[in-house]
């Protein structure tokens, strides 16, 4: 008997995997330009440019010191590189825009071989802002979504068989309540005492969730219902000194291992959150065990 839920793909249910990188203040110019350039001269399958610019509002002032806005003037904040299949279909996707460097992965095959490739294009950014000194990472994250999709007779979609019934991150009144709801939850969780950068920092572990489920319509009593498992961990460093006005890491005390360990970490979170919310079949279904 097939499973009334299957994965939207064949090995897995990840849509896209993010990884996210924010900074406490925001990248000067001249970063970006420098950390675009490199990764233009360095990565030939980024075949989509985009720049990514803000407005910025020009403030002039009258005789009686008052202001008022003259005009907008567009200015560079950022850009985006995609890497499209033949299809057009976008494959892997860098951003870096003022605060933010976002890898994403649109065609996930395994853990291993995605966190290796990513390493390769946060390293090169970190290699190079390492010449600024005085900026700090406030944050960074890794976010997954995974995905679920039941075509049947209505009556026949048992919504509840995709979840184990016990999980703590979903209300069981919202799994009794049909085909159509959302969950969305947050916490913290402490991490180890001997996680820590360089005996500097301490970490703690954000976890956000969103679940939803939703229909896309019916068609002779038949009706796909689609979940979406939206979850993001990011650890926020604090320092071990508390009258230390500084928040966030110098880019220059992280190196590859310990970035490779704190991903792998959060990886993991998102395996054990996964394993709590779905059924024993679809976890071994999707290689969570």
């Known amino acids: 008997m097939n499973p009334l839920f299957q994965p939207i793909n064949d090995a897995h249910s990840i849509v896209e995997l993010v990884f ?66 033949e299809r057009g279909e976008i494959n892997w996707g860098l951003s870096l825009s003022e605060n933010k460097l976002l890898v994403h992965c649109l ?8 966190l290796n490739e990513t390493i390769m294009y946060i390293n090169d950014a970190f290699e190079f802002l390492k010449k600024h000194n005085a900026l700090l990472i406030s944050n960074f994250g890794l976010k997954y979504l995974d995905r679920f999709v039941h075509s049947g007779i209505m009556k026949d979609s048992k919504l509840v068989s995709l979840f184990n019934i016990e999980n703590k991150f979903i209300a069981k009144n919202i799994l009794d309540s049909g085909n159509v709801w959302h969950s969305n939850s947050g916490w913290f969780e402490d991490m180890p ?5 360089e005996d500097s920092y301490i970490l703690k572990c954000l976890h956000q969730l969103g679940v939803d489920s939703k229909s896309n319509g019916e068609s002779k009593d038949l009706e796909e219902i689609v979940v979406s498992i939206d979850h993001g961990s990011f650890l926020i460093p604090k320092r071990l000194v508390e009258d230390d006005s500084k928040y966030g890491i110098e880019v220059g005390y992280l190196n590859v291992d310990y970035i490779n360990k704190c991903f792998n970490l959060l990886h993991e979170k998102n395996k054990i959150v996964l394993k709590d919310i779905l059924s024993d079949d679809m976890s071994k279904r999707i290689n969570l065990y």
């Open 20 to 85: 996210v990188i924010n900074f406490s203040s925001d990248l000067r110019k001249e970063d970006i330009l420098g950390i675009k350039k490199i990764f233009n001269e360095k990565y030939e399958k980024f075949n989509k440019d985009n720049p990514v610019y803000k407005l910025e509002h020009k403030v002039k002032f009258d005789d009686e010191d008052t202001a008022s806005i003259d005009s907008k003037k567009a200015t560079l904040s950022g850009f985006e590189l995609e890497s499209l299949n």
């Open 107 to 114: 065609n996930y095959s395994n853990w291993i071989s995605t």
């Open 193 to 197: 005492e001997d996680f820590t950068i």
